[in-house]
């Protein structure tokens, strides 16, 4: 499986970036972004589930950033708005091969969760 992120680069802030992530090879279940600056751990961002009735944000970027998804492309969004300089980070996507019985928001909100994982794309929020 792989997973394929697109759509970041430089924005002033107050702007709004869109990011992509295609997963291609099997059908993917609950999928993630995360984010990771400079010297930092890698951070939850949001998760949605595969038929994403269910969505979680970090608190940080609550109200600013949506995630959605178009599971017939196997693909996962992350529309963000508001951007602000501490927003700047590599951002990944990340997805679950099985298809839990009991989703938990909690659950996917930590890096173990996730078995499959993008190549990062930078996001830059210029002040």
């Known amino acids: 499986v792989q997973l394929q992120a697109s759509g970041g680069g430089l924005v002033q802030a107050g702007g709004s970036l869109r990011l992509s992530c295609a997963a291609s090879?099997?059908?993917?279940?609950?999928m993630g972004w995360f984010r990771q600056a400079p010297g930092k751990e890698r951070d939850f961002v949001a998760v949605a589930s595969w038929s994403a009735y269910s969505t979680a944000y970090a608190d940080s970027v609550k109200g600013r950033f949506t995630i959605s998804r178009e599971n017939a492309n196997n693909t996962v969004y992350l529309q963000m708005n508001s951007l602000k300089p501490e927003d700047t980070a590599v951002y990944y996507c990340?997805?679950?091969?099985?298809?839990?019985?009991?989703?938990?928001?909690?659950?996917?909100?930590?890096?173990?969760?996730?078995?499959?994982w993008g190549q990062g794309t930078l996001v830059t929020v210029s002040s």
């Open positions: 090879g099997r059908t993917v279940y609950a």
């Open positions: 990340a997805a679950d091969r099985d298809r839990v019985t009991t989703y938990s928001d909690a659950y996917y909100q930590t890096v173990p969760s996730y078995d499959y």
